[in-house]
């Protein structure tokens, strides 16, 4: 066992890939529960979505690919949190056309060309076994910013999501703060590009959060939690990618290996949730609150 | 000072995620990078990119080196993901062969980040490539190893490197080299009277793969199903008409689908302009070599199997 | 909690808490409220009475500035509403909320104080006093570490309550706020009510349940998207003006009284 962790970590390559992984999961960790909170993972989803066309873009004109998708990513966080306000109801619609019209933008760009497939399934997918220094110091950046914006308006974004109208009530303005936190999951997605690819980086933004809940009450813990699972995930699914290529000949993309462990993680604190809950309410009977 | 104080809390990450990073990285650091690696036999460490250019390091090498090919047999080299084990070889290697012309565009990337020190040639060095009719992006065709005579031009690059990574084998690698050479020299002369034989020679294929092939033997090349060198990119409408009108017009015979990949569309403008359509087994090899036990496990069988199915569609 | 507030030369009990003046509010081509005006003092209570769509919380959000107005103007405390945002505490109805959200009832509290703490910092000493202290005034103090879902509707209620209360303002507006409640935290609302009207609060109030209306209010306001009666609250809340307001809905009973049912 205790090879089996610690044995891949002897190299180079894999070094840096649990570095970028270390911190990308205190950032998707942290990131996360603002999503759950304020049930935006939907629209992180279609973020996703929304920054491909823009690293279609970077890739034709030779720059790099971290530059469209951060111009893209805000100009999204900014349409959306325009768009679902001055539309009003139905925010899944809004989202709906972004995802489609953005993406399918995107494919015509990059239908037009040749030659772009593999860069462009290292977008999709990641590939973490080939970050380099620099993609590390940008991920570390990125962290820090977005974690410690997170960490100075946490009180208003909290409001934001439990009391919509009270928020507005209390003079401030929602619209600033929605675009706030898309702002920060469009970072989020844009630093996370490399190690798991923009089709699983969802996973990430949601699931951490989600396995937390399953097992917190309270916000501190939960922060807490998230953030531990999502490290401890990166680093298993790191390992068990590493022991199945070397030991088993089985090829097993680094980034996906990760997302399949953190739903693992989910369900296992979901069960264990669900039977400490059996057992308080086994062991003490139900109090009812007197008035 | 709140707000400072509020902000240090968030960027200290509690000891419970500090803990097993520095656990980690303390191995690491620990044990030195990349040793205790395997075959302390003394064998030449070689890792080859394409099965292609396996099958020729193997051959050049004999039993004085280890090959581990990166691609597998039947597996598109334009889209490809390095795996632990590939990064892990080409660390430890000695000579790193590959194909070059752009057909591994992942390459670059992958020996930076598994650091690797080993010496690489390139197998295409010397060759005169031929360049695309289509605009392209990296616009020579890198699938030279089709023109058995440009063949031998890798395995004398191959045979080059081995020599100077390892002086005291030169013998062995230029012994080995020789006769192999020769034996590519027969498969040219067999191949000229094959497709010699023949009076249709229109071929058109999946992608354009077998530009060298024709250039060489003098085939007529009517078109592909993608046009261009790598797999990825999209006939439009407008081209599959013209390309089902030329089948029509210039009397091709067949059209050839390939090992590594799908013959759904190959099949479709097959049936759209009334011609054969040899897939399946008969699949040419155009990116790969085939799996080993398949028909093209090796460089020699795979050029039979392609000309005998060339031949046979086109009589 | 004292709200003294600087001499106005012209009116020594202070501006008017509340200046509603001729207010109307659309939702696109739909008119929701039209034409209503109404007068609160500092230290009053005003009912918002009428039936269901009548455009009470409509008013309400007009008077926190959420909705722009179609006509008319809103002056809270001789301030603009919007500007005034400060000034008026908002208490919605507890089960808009999500109960399942993991804050505790304190956490709640403390949001009212928010703005006093500004961006970036965090509530100091004071503020989590003044929550604490604005949670015993609804009796909810040894409650302060529960999750806010964990407690009861009523409990829950009162904790906003408490919330606008921690917000230190001058005018309350609360919607509903006795809907589905159990009677001790009713008794405690209307107790806690008149405490903040003694300490010079102005609240307004939307309600269906007119005998709390009587308890708690001295003046009423009857919408029904028009304005059909405002003033001292026997005068407003009579028989006829309750059947203009309600229309089959309200019951005329032996005595003299008036139900009104929900439909």
Known sequence: MRGFLLDPFRFGYMQRALIEVVLLGVLAGTCSVYVLLRRSAFASDVLTHTIFPGVVLAFLVGQPLFLGALVFGLLSAVVLSVATRALGADDDVVLGVMLGSFFSVGVVIVSRTTGYANDLTALLFGRVLAVDRAEIVVTAVVTMTVVGTLALLHKELVLRAFDPVGVEALGYRPVLLDLALNVMVALVVVAAVKAVGTVLVIALLITPAAAARMVCQRLGPMFAVSCAVAVVCGWLGLAVSYDVSINHGVRAASGASIVVVLTAAFVLLAALGAAARALAARSSPPVTTPA | MRPLRRLAHAFLVPPALVLPAAIVLATALGCSSGSGADAGDGRLRVVATTTQTADFARVVGGEQVQVYGVLKANVDPHDFEPSPADLDALGRADVIVRNGVGLEEWFDEVIRSAEAEGAVVDASAGVPLRRSGVSDRGAYDPHLWHNPRYAMRMVTNIESAFSAADPPRQAAYRDNGQRYIAALEALDAEVEAQIGSLRNRKLVTNHDAFGYLVERYGLEFVGSIIPTFDTQAELSAQDVSALVARIRDTGVKAVFSESSLPPRTAESIGQEAGVRVVAGDDALYGDTLGPPGSDGATYLEMMRHNVRVIVDGLR | ?263
Request: hydrophobic fraction near 45%; charged fraction near 15%.
């Open chain 3, 1 to 263: 909690m004292a709200f003294a507030d600087p001499s106005d030369p012209s009116d020594p009990s202070g501006p008017l808490a509340l200046h509603v003046d001729g207010i109307s509010v659309r939702y696109g081509r739909h008119p929701a409220v039209e034409n209503v005006t109404l007068e609160l003092s500092q230290g009053s209570a005003m009912a918002l009475i009428g039936p269901n769509g009548a455009g009470k919380s409509t008013l309400l959000r007009a008077v926190l500035g959420l909705v722009p107005l179609a006509g008319g103007s809103v002056s809270v405390l001789g301030h603009l509403a919007a500007e005034a945002r400060p000034q008026v505490a908002y208490v919605p109805q507890a089960d808009a909320l999500d109960p399942q959200f993991p804050v505790s009832a304190l956490q709640v509290v403390l949001m009212g104080r928010y703005r006093r703490v500004g961006w970036i910092r965090r509530p100091g000493r004071s503020d989590r006093e003044a929550a604490v202290a604005a949670l015993g005034r609804v009796g909810l103090d040894d409650r302060a570490g529960l999750r806010f879902g964990a407690l009861s509707a009523g409990q829950r209620q009162r904790v906003l309550l408490a919330r606008a209360i921690a917000q230190g303002s001058r005018l309350l507006l609360l919607d509903e706020p006795f809907n589905g409640v159990d009677a001790t935290t009713s008794n405690l609302v209307v107790e806690v009510l008149s405490e903040l009207r003694a300490e010079g609060a102005a609240v307004l109030m939307s309600t269906h349940d007119l005998s709390v209306a009587h308890l708690t209010c001295g003046e009423a306001c009857l919408l029904n998207r028009r304005q059909v009666a405002v003033g001292p609250i026997d005068a407003t809340l009579t028989p006829d003006l309750l059947a203009a307001a309600y229309g089959p809905q309200a019951v005329a009973l032996a005595g003299g009284a008036t139900v009104v049912t929900t439909s």
